[in-house]
């Protein structure tokens, strides 16, 4: 694993002042169109957030990084690794696993096979 503190984001998420659903639904938001493997950098204030930002990353299935130098000193740094097939959760409840199943592909059909007919002769 590489050293949170050695990966350059690519996207940097200001949750300063939010509490802990807004920062997750702030932070899902912002991260619904980013690639796998893409690197997050969350700027908190929320007390919970080293709890609630990992356990979050392990219902997802994104890999939390862990915390990053902060610059400044009134907020905390963390940085987290985007998957490729995240779980997603319900809109407005972060915490809740989405129910809705996601579609599965329509099934392939295959013209049945014509069977030999007896000669009659």
Known sequence: MTAPNSVTPDLTVDGTGLLCVQLLLRLRAQIADLPAGAVVHIHTTDPAAPLDLPAWCHLTGHEYLGP???PAP??????????????????GRP????????????????PPTPTPTEDAN
Do not use: F
Request: aromatic share 6%; charged share 20%; no cysteine.
């Open 74 to 91: 009134d907020r905390e740094v963390y940085a987290l690794r985007l998957t490729s097939a995240p779980v997603r959760t319900r809109p």
């Open 68 to 70: 990053v130098p902060s």
């Open 95 to 110: 915490w809740h696993p989405d129910p809705t199943p996601t579609p599965a592909p329509a099934p392939t059909t295959t």
